[in-house]
């Protein structure tokens, strides 16, 4: 166990430091872009003054509002304090609206769309390449290829594809939107089957490349663990084939939890491309929009959210494999 | 050994998970928004409804019904696209930062589904028609004052009539709390005044010689501004505490209106507006009845395809978007859709897309050179392939600084300027205006040389503004053919906009050539296109959304476009709108690369029919507006469900 | 080696290509919208061509047919209903009889209720297209007198005139059609395929460097290093790498966004799992008993890591560089999408060639050869890089062959 402490410890104590820094960093970096955001809002709301003092005034509020006009150390300790209190500020390309409303209705969407398609992809790529890596055959040459292909189809092609041919060309899915629509939300039965019928398509464009790319990882990582040398032995011990198996899986599986993690961690930005083709609404757009609108503290949010995400779903990922794999840990001791 | 092959695994996966995170990094397309750069679209609606608290208890009612199936009904909603692309944020009229497309616009075609104004314009005759108001304005005998009537009928949705001094009041909190309402009024307008309780006199600024000083800007204020009740205003004051900054920023959620829809939900997909039954407008002094739609839906999408499958499945009624290639729609796949004219240019141009010379630009203070690129530009190709057929070509309305309109072309004499007009490529004319400049190739490499430095410019526009983006593609490949050096690039909107507007310094390098809308179809047009493309009195202003953005100066022209505001001659004025587009056409400070309508107006008639189009034999003609801007709000009271 | 030869057969048509046909790829030639694909054939010189006569059974049908679609004789026959004559005395396959009644019967400002204004106009579209639909009469070209400003008859052509496709002075072969820009989307597709090709290697060569330098130094060295290495890799991982790439395009702004930028940017910014899986199969190296050899001979740090490590890793680092080729490539395509790509006029690539026809809504309209052979193309070439990895993979991996 002490052992173990020192690891958790080591990794713990990574997880701060990241943190923090990511912090700083998630901060700093978007007002690194030039141009001036404020003055992008000023000229469009002093449109058709004519009194240059009139603009000089709306442009001191603004800056004033924002807080752009203090120098970066101050901004960044008012930023931190504000977020401490969960106050992300106002968005300034939706201005007036407040960054955490503009952040709250699509997280949901795009976790609801993202985190159903990252576990069913990984679930039924790993199992199809799994599978490839025990039949041999005919199975495995056709699934490798097939695999290797989709999983290249870039995710906007993907997305478009579909779109054409089962939302356009067959009808049997709508082409766009979250919900009908004509429809208003509410909880009812009409209302959920609707959101069901619009998750299909983009739900399944996400899929499809996952599996793709699951079933090749895991079909490597089973041929390795079968031709290990522990597997030779049990078969000759006569130990029965379905027990092998079962060991030889849990360890190809381990490696791919790593890929789980990091994919959980990334999916709150993962889905822009399905969103616009589907017009799905959710939080990739919104990011898009931030950033071409230079909307920092929308950034700021949007990137921190992604940051916590992919540190915590990595830490945890790391204990658990200590617990779970005493190798890592005594590979660390050395 | 075990930990290499583990470690290679390690690697392995991450490998391939990092192929996957690649994989699975989406791209957005970029959103397509063929936004105008007019002035903000400011309707004075005067709402007077008598919304008592039984009806609202009625409308209340009515809401819970539907919420309660879940949907809204496909026979009594009418489905909008093409103006909402973001969720709405604020229902404050005294705002310019509210993007709520539907219910606030302001300006020469005023959006009046919620709130109103007094008269409503008509783009295709040029009149305006009383709405709050009741009956024509008049001016005095001097013209330095307007008075109008408000209808006996006009309520608010709290149920108080509208009176006179809601139009004062209104006035008045735009000029303390300093909006653009007031910044593009101040000028011109001195006071407004309520008479007695139903009649508004407003008084005209009057310059030394005691004329107003613009009487045709004076005359749109009728028909371009909101009236807002005096009572709300009150409470938003109140709430803000004077604050100017917070007075635009409220949200406005418990704000009175007068017209017939109002907020029924909204979130990030969609913005719906529903019909309050007891509108006044129903009363016979004005439409007679309610219009017909029940439900006003806008969805919305995130760029112009997502909208433009929508329509073509029935999913929107009325399209503001620009569809490309929007005639195939019909003719290929027989859909049930339509534009107001059934042939191209589809849609009724209102205003001018221009490109601007940046006059500071070394060579670009030549005629020779300015008008050489102007007249070497292929436009046929700029109005086949950017806009896709939906202008009209400049063989069929040849450029000037008027619109596509009758009422607008009408107003010079085309035979005067005839031999100065030019419909584009012409390469040769280029070339042999260039030589005789003596801007020729002195040394050989191909581009040609003013003064011995080389002719080269940076032909630019907003990035994702498709149809312009393909236009200044044609400008610059125009270059090519008479040797001057023209590239492209497409900054951000928004460092775009902050950049052309600031016109109290000289453009900086990349905007030799760039392009910016002109006004639409309003009661002071042309004369306001006019002093947009050609007046220098926009010239040092820190913020320049009026015009003249590459910094011309011709005193002769400013002295006309003074003079137009007061003069009623008919011919003098024909006189001058001439002479005015021949210097235009002279002096090239700007070009005109194709037409534009004010709003696109594509509709499906799959569940509701009889939309304006041409010769539909209304009278007087409802103007293609989407249903909602000016005069074309009578759209709704003529529409009717395809399946009763 | 399926792969290998995909990829090579590629190369090869990206590079010999243009000097086949030396048409400049962003050149506008056709005025007018994604035209489709075929044959066009110059409608001015055919009639100067030498005409051949050909009587061909069916010509008058097909000529009928291209014009009246069933469809449109059974919308014929609805508004003559409409319109009053019997049901019975309409038959839509007698074309003559059909024309005859339509033509003695149709009136354009004919108002029918509750008829759409789409539907309307449908039939007005209808009427002008039917003129003169069943003449057989020769058609007379003619062309205007400079001085007398009279028509001066040319030519005559008649039914059974037909021209030979290759004596026709000017024809042109468009097998993928035009874009949005009126461009020949062949020549642009195959244009972009190099210039994306070339963004793709610049970047992943950059990537693996960057990875390959930091793994071999803090898997080697070890120890602080090391943790300030991984620290870093960790920083970057956790910035989510397409904001990061967003944000870098915006700022560096269009003027300044050429085609190797673009690479650039993609490199610096996805060298991450390189490192970490380089750094993890140095770490396994380490201990070797002929590392171990060299540190003992007194070797410099940089010799072993070039001399005993690097061998060992390279081929794991081809595949890297392989994977991240084929990565970069999907990058700049999704950037260009996003409208952050390379500038539109310098140079086409594959991603602005997709962000233009979703743009026009070519996939709306139908209009599919302005994107599908892009994304078949983009498939292809990550699809045949991934499986020459594969192939590699196998070669240095015995246990993986079958």
Redesign the interface.
């Known amino acids: 166990m002490k052992g173990y402490r020192k690891y958790f410890l080591n990794k713990l104590g990574w997880f701060l430091i990241t943190l923090v820094c990511a912090f700083i960093l998630n901060f700093i970096l978007p007002r690194l872009m030039p141009g001036d955001p404020v003055a992008a809002i000023v000229s469009r709301m002093a449109q058709g003054l004519s009194d240059a003092r009139g603009v000089q005034a709306i442009y001191q509020q603004y800056t004033e509002l924002f807080g752009t006009n203090r120098p970066m150390h101050e901004q960044f300790f008012i930023y931190m304090r504000n977020v401490l209190q969960g106050d992300f500020g106002f968005s300034f390309s939706q201005y007036p609206r407040t960054v955490a409303d503009a952040l709250k209705s699509s997280i949901l969407w795009t976790i609801a769309l993202q985190f159903p398609a990252i576990i069913v992809g990984w679930l039924i790529g790993n199992t199809l390449g799994a599978l490839a890596a025990y039949l041999k055959g005919g199975f495995d040459k056709v699934i490798m290829p097939v695999s290797i292909f989709v999983s290249n189809f870039p995710a906007f092609g993907m997305a478009i594809i579909l779109m054409v041919i089962f939302g356009v060309t067959l009808e049997w899915f709508p082409t766009s939107g979250g919900y009908g629509f004509d429809l208003i939300p509410e909880f009812s039965w009409n209302f959920i089957r609707s959101v069901i019928i619009h998750y299909q398509l983009p739900f399944w464009s996400i899929v499809l490349i996952a599996i793709g790319g699951q079933a090749i990882g895991m079909r490597s990582m089973s041929i390795y663990e079968l031709n290990a040398d522990y597997v030779k032995y049990a078969r000759f011990m006569g130990i029965k084939d379905r027990k092998i198996i079962g060991y030889v899986f849990r360890n190809a599986m381990l490696p791919q939890i790593t890929g789980l993690a990091l994919s959980i961690g990334t999916m709150v930005g993962g889905a822009l491309v399905a969103e616009i083709v589907f017009s799905y609404p959710g939080l990739g757009y919104t990011i898009l929009n931030g950033v071409m609108g230079q909307d920092y503290p929308l950034i700021s949010a949007t990137t921190l959210i992604i940051t916590i995400m992919v540190l915590s779903a990595n830490f945890i990922i790391e204990i658990l494999y200590g617990v779970i794999d005493p190798r890592i840990k005594a590979a660390q001791a050395d | 050994m075990l930990r290499n092959k583990l470690m290679a695994v390690l690697g392995a996966i991450v490998v391939v998970s990092m192929v996957l995170a690649g994989c699975t990094t989406p791209t957005p397309e970029t959103i397509i928004q063929t936004v105008e750069v007019e002035k903000v679209v400011e309707k004075t609606v005067e709402v007077e409804k008598i919304v008592e608290k039984e009806v609202e208890k009625i409308v209340e009612v009515q809401v819970t019904a539907e919420a309660e199936e879940g949907a809204l009904p496909r026979q009594e909603t009418l489905y909008f696209n093409g103006q909402q692309w973001g969720a709405v944020v604020g229902w404050n009229p005294y705002s310019s930062s509210n993007n709520n497309a539907m219910a606030i616009g302001q300006g020469d075609n005023a959006r009046v589904i919620m709130f109103e104004t007094p008269y409503l314009y008509n783009m295709l005759d040029g009149q305006q028609y009383p709405l709050l108001a009741d009956g024509p304005w008049s001016w005095n005998a001097d013209m330095t004052e307007i008075t109008f009537k408000i209808k006996d009928a006009a309520k608010w949705s709290d149920g108080t009539p509208v009176t006179a001094e809601d139009v004062a009041y209104t006035w008045e909190a735009h000029v303390k709390y300093n909006t653009p309402t007031a910044a593009s009024y101040i000028d011109y307008v001195d006071a407004i005044e309520a008479v007695d309780e139903k009649t508004v006199v407003i008084k005209a600024k009057l310059n030394e010689e005691g004329n107003a000083v613009n009487p045709l800007t004076v005359a749109a204020y009728v028909s371009s501004n909101y009236v807002m009740q005096k009572a709300w205003t009150q409470t938003l004051e109140e709430r803000v505490g004077g604050d100017a900054t917070e007075f635009g920023a409220d949200p406005a959620e418990d704000v009175v209106y007068s017209g017939p829809y109002h907020k029924f939900f909204t979130d990030d997909t969609k913005a719906v507006y529903v019909r309050d039954d007891n509108y006044w407008g129903q009363d016979a002094s004005m439409w007679g009845k309610l219009p017909a739609p029940k439900y006003l839906a806008h969805t919305i999408f995130k760029d112009n395809a997502a909208g433009s499958v929508a329509l073509a499945k029935g999913e929107v009624d009325v399209s503001q978007q620009f569809n490309s290639n929007v005639n195939l729609l019909w003719e290929s796949y027989g859909l049930p859709i339509s534009t107001y004219l059934p042939e191209a240019p589809y849609h009724i141009g209102a205003s001018l897309p221009t490109a601007w010379y940046n006059l500071n630009a070394y060579g670009l203070d030549q005629v020779a050179v300015r008008k050489a690129i102007a007249i070497a530009v292929d436009y046929p190709t700029i109005i086949a392939n950017a806009m896709t057929n939906q202008s009209a070509t400049f063989d069929q309305v040849p450029r000037s600084l008027m619109n596509p309109t009758e009422g607008e072309q009408a107003l010079y004499d085309h035979d005067a300027v005839k031999d100065l007009q030019w419909a584009g490529n012409d390469i040769e004319g280029a070339n042999k205006l260039l030589d005789e400049a003596g801007i020729v190739d002195t040394d050989g490499d191909g581009w040609r040389e003013y003064n011995g430095q080389k002719l080269s410019y940076i032909a630019t526009c907003p990035n994702g503004w498709s149809d312009w983006q393909a236009a200044i593609e044609v400008v610059a490949a125009a270059g090519k053919e008479i040797g001057i050096d023209i590239t492209t690039n497409y900054p951000e909107w928004s460092v775009y906009q902050t950049v052309v507007t600031k016109s109290d310094a000289p453009l900086p390098e990349g905007y030799d050539i760039f392009m910016m809308g002109t006004n639409g179809a309003g009661p002071t047009q042309p004369w306001a296109r006019v002093r947009q493309i050609l007046s220098s009195e926009w010239i040092g202003l820190p913020s320049n959304w009026s015009g003249n953005y590459g910094g011309y100066n011709n005193p002769e022209a400013d002295a006309l476009i003074q003079a137009i505001p007061s003069e009623t001659d008919p011919d003098k004025l024909k006189e001058m709108y001439t002479e005015l587009v021949r210097i235009y056409l002279t002096d090239v400070p700007s070009f005109t690369l194709m037409y534009r309508p004010g709003v696109f107006h594509t509709v499906n008639e799959t569940v509701w029919t009889n939309f304006p189009h041409q010769d539909d034999g209304t009278e007087p003609p409802v103007p293609p507006m989407d249903c909602t801007d000016g005069w074309g709000i009578a759209c709704l009271y003529n529409i009717e469900p395809v399946n009763p | 080696m ?1 792969g290998f030869s995909i990829f090579v057969v590629l190369l090869l048509i990206v590079f010999i290509y243009p000097l086949i046909i030396k048409d400049a790829p962003l050149a ?1 030639i ?5 035209f489709p694909p075929g044959i066009y054939v110059s409608a001015f010189d055919s009639i100067n061509t030498p005409k051949y006569t050909l009587n061909l059974p069916g010509a008058a049908v097909k000529r009928i047919a291209s014009k009246l679609s069933d ?1 449109d004789r059974l919308a014929m026959k609805e508004w003559l209903v409409i319109d009053g004559l019997a049901e019975d005395e309409i038959d839509i396959e007698d074309t003559v009889l059909l024309l005859e009644q339509w033509m003695n019967r149709y009136d354009p400002t004919k108002r029918v209720a ?1 008829m ?4 309307r ?2 039939f ?2 209808l009427n002008n297209s039917l003129q003169g639909l069943l003449s057989i009469e020769d058609i007379s070209i003619a062309v205007r007198n400079a001085e007398t400003g009279d028509l001066e008859e040319k030519a005559l052509i008649t039914t059974s005139d037909y021209v030979n496709v290759n004596q026709v002075a000017n024809v042109r072969f468009l097998p993928l059609g035009t874009d ?3 461009r020949d989307t062949l020549t642009e597709l195959i244009a972009a395929a190099r210039v994306s090709l070339q963004i793709g290697f610049v970047a992943g060569i950059i990537a693996t460097l960057i990875g390959l330098t930091l793994g071999l130094l803090s898997g080697y060295i070890g120890g602080l290093v090391d943790d300030i290495i991984m ?1 870093f890799t ?2 970057f ?8 790439l ?2 870098i395009s ?2 560096i ?3 300044r966004r050429g085609a190797t930028t673009v690479a650039v940017v993609i490199g610096f910014t ?1 060298w ?2 390189t490192a ?3 750094r ?2 140095v ?2 190296l380490r ?1 070797r008993d002929h590392v171990n050899l060299s540190k003992l001979s007194g070797h410099s740090i940089v010799y072993i890591i070039l001399n005993d490590i690097l061998p060992y890793i390279a081929s ?1 680092v081809v ?2 560089l392989i ?1 991240q080729i ?2 970069g490539i ?2 700049e ?7 952050l790509g390379p ?3 310098d140079v086409p690539t594959l ?1 602005l060639m ?3 026809a ?4 070519a ?4 209009k599919w050869w302005a ?1 599908l052979p892009v ?1 078949i193309t ?2 292809l070439i ?2 045949s890089m ?2 020459m990895n ?1 192939g590699l ?1 196998q070669v240095f991996n015995p ?2 062959r ?1």
Do not use: K
């Open positions: 399926v506008i056709a005025r007018g919208t994604f469809d509750g759409t204004n789409a539907r106009n449908y007005i579209r949005n820009f009126g620290f960790n920083l991982t956790v910035i989510p790498s397409f904001v990061l967003i944000l915006f700022s702004g269009q003027e996805s991450v799992w970490r899986a380089v993890a199969q770490v396994s201990n794991y595949m890297a994977l084929s990565a999907l990058a395509a999704g950037l260009s999408i996003l409208g500038r539109t006029t991603g997709m962000n233009w979703m743009i026009y809504q996939h709306v309209l139908g994107y994304l983009i498939a990550t699809f991934n499986l594969t993979d246990a993986l079958d």
